[in-house]
């Protein structure tokens, strides 16, 4: 049984074999992976993984910062503008967007 601080899936497991003929297990710390859009998974411009400083410097402070690229947004906004207006149903929408659009309209 591996120690409480490897069941996690923050660890990487590689199974080796010595050379004794043993089968061992190695774990290493998993790296964190560029923060992506929500909904094209393009990776997201402007963020910062180190740790250093609080949350407003490590994303962007706009509208979805952090969650959606700026294409994503400008596309998410005008939709959401369009839905208020009734040019356009929730139904027209795609479901990666409705989500959004849903919180931009509840604002």
């Given amino acids: ?3 409480p601080m490897y069941r996690s899936n923050s660890f990487k497991k590689s199974i080796r074999v010595t050379r004794t003929g043993r089968n061992v297990v190695h774990y290493r710390r998993a790296k964190n992976s560029m923060p992506h859009c929500a909904i ?3 990776e ?3 963020i910062s993984l180190s740790p250093s400083g609080g ?4 994303t962007n402070n706009r509208l979805f910062g952090g969650v959606l690229c700026a294409r994503c947004t400008a ?3 005008k939709l959401g503008s369009r839905v208020e ?6 139904s027209d929408i795609g ?3 409705r989500a959004f659009v849903l919180q931009l309209v509840a604002h």
């Fill in 85 to 90: 207006r009734g040019d356009m149903k929730l």
């Fill in 95 to 97: 479901m990666k967007q």
């Fill in 55 to 58: 949350k407003s410097r490590r």
């Fill in 44 to 46: 997201l411009n402007g």
């Fill in 75 to 77: 596309d998410v906004i």
């Fill in 1 to 3: 049984m591996p120690k």
């Fill in 40 to 42: 094209c998974m393009q």
